[in-house]
């Protein structure tokens, strides 16, 4: 997915991270946050902890610990 410059806002992909989780489909929340990341735009806590949790509640453990660990922001 290409944004020819433009960055993502990261507000509107943190709700996008969080429905997605909520409907189990951790696979796309995965995919937004590699958007945000990819594009220069610096995700927030916030998004980190909903991607994380959202792992976590689908018994993704492993795949939380990674993000956890990839991590550019302190966790809450």
Do not use: W
């Not at 995965?30 to 610096?42: K, N």
Request: aromatic share 6%.
């Amino acid at each position: 997915m290409s944004f020819k410059g433009q960055i993502p806002d990261v507000f509107a992909c943190t709700i996008l991270i969080g429905q997605f989780c909520k409907t189990g489909q951790t696979n796309k929340a995965t995919r937004v946050m590699e958007i945000l990341e990819t594009s220069g735009a610096v995700p927030v806590v916030r998004a980190y902890n909903v991607l994380i949790s959202g792992y976590c509640k689908s018994g993704e453990i492993d795949k939380a610990l990674q993000h956890l660990e990839r991590m550019s922001v302190s966790p809450d």
